[in-house]
C-alpha cells in the first residue's frame, strides 16, 4: 500500500519543512584535509556541560524538563531534547559523534547528513540512505534509523571508501515517516537515566510511548518504507559519467 502512495519528502515529518528549506541558506561545507566535514558531525567549539534536568507537571502527566524550558526550542513532539549550542566550525570537528540537532533538523528536512542540502529533489520522490550493514540482514519495511540520507554526490563520495563499502548497506526509500526519538530514560526517584537495553547507548522510544514524558532526546527516529537495495557502483558509474 505505501509503495503506492504519492510520495513526498514531508510524508509524516515536520508540515514546515519545503518553505523552512527554501528559505535556508546553503550550509557552509567545512573540510578536515581532503574529507567532507559531515553536517551533522559536531565540533569541539559546540562542547557544553549537561543542563540540569528536574520534574515537571506537563499535559499529559509527570515527566521531565528543564527548569528554565522554553518553547519549542527544548521540546518537540512531547519530547525534551538535549540542550547543545550551535556553532558548526568552532574548533575541530568530532568526525565520528553526532550533532544532537543538525540530526533532528537533518532528518526533519530530509537534508544530507555530509553536506546538508535537501535530498528531496528527485524525480521519483526517493531518498538515499546509507546505513550501517550491522548483522548483515536485509533492509526491511518499516526499518528504523537514526542515520539521516544522502544526496548523489556525498553517496558517491562515501562509496569511494573501503570503510563505507564494508559497513554500510544502500536503500532507496520511498517514504520516511517520524516513528519517536533515541535517548536517555529518566527514573523518577531519585531522578536519573535508566541504563539503556542490551548495553544500547540510547533507548528508542516512539511517539505516543508513556515513556517519552520521560526521555531526554538526543535522536530523531524515522521509519523507512518501500525499501530498496541499492547497487552504489551503478550510481557511482552514472554520476562519473
Ligand atoms: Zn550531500
Do not use: K
Not at 570537528?93 to 555530509?114: E, F, G, I, S, T
Amino acid at each position: 500500500m505505501r509503495r503506492d502512495q504519492h510520495l513526498s519528502s514531508a510524508g509524516g515529518m515536520l508540515p514546515d519543512c519545503s518553505s523552512a528549506v527554501l528559505r535556508r541558506p546553503r550550509p557552509r561545507q567545512h573540510f578536515a584535509g581532503t574529507m567532507r566535514v559531515p553536517y551533522i558531525a559536531p565540533w569541539t567549539g559546540e562542547n557544553a556541560p549537561p543542563a540540569a534536568i528536574t520534574t515537571r507537571h506537563g499535559r499529559d502527566g509527570m515527566g521531565i524538563g528543564y527548569a528554565d524550558e522554553y518553547g519549542i526550542a527544548d521540546r518537540r513532539r512531547g519530547a525534551l531534547w538535549i540542550r547543545v549550542p550551535v556553532r558548526p566550525g568552532a574548533g575541530a570537528p568530532l568526525l565520528d559523534r553526532v550533532h544532537a540537532l543538525r540530526q533532528r533538523q537533518a532528518m526533519n528536512h530530509l537534508l544530507c547528513r555530509y553536506c546538508g542540502r535537501p535530498t528531496d529533489d528527485r524525480p521519483d520522490g526517493r531518498h538515499l540512505f546509507l546505513l550501517h550493514a550491522g548483522t548483515g540482514r536485509p533492509v526491511t519495511d518499516g526499518e528504523r534509523t537514526t542515520t539521516p540520507p544522502v544526496c548523489d554526490g556525498c553517496a558517491v563520495e562515501a562509496w569511494g571508501r573501503p570503510s563505507a563499502r564494508r559497513e554500510c548497506v544502500a536503500v532507496w526509500v520511498e517514504e520516511v515517516t517520524a516513528w519517536g526519538v533515541a535517548g536517555d530514560v529518566y527514573a523518577p526517584a531519585p531522578l536519573r537515566p535508566v541504563p539503556g537495553e542490551r548495553g544500547e547507548r540510547f533507548t528508542l522510544v516512539a511517539y505516543g510511548d508513556p515513556r517519552l514524558r520521560w526521555t531526554l532526546a538526543c535522536r530523531e527516529v524515522v521509519a523507512l518504507h518501500g525499501c530498496t537495495a541499492v547497487d552504489l557502483e551503478d550510481l557511482r558509474e552514472r554520476t562519473v559519467a
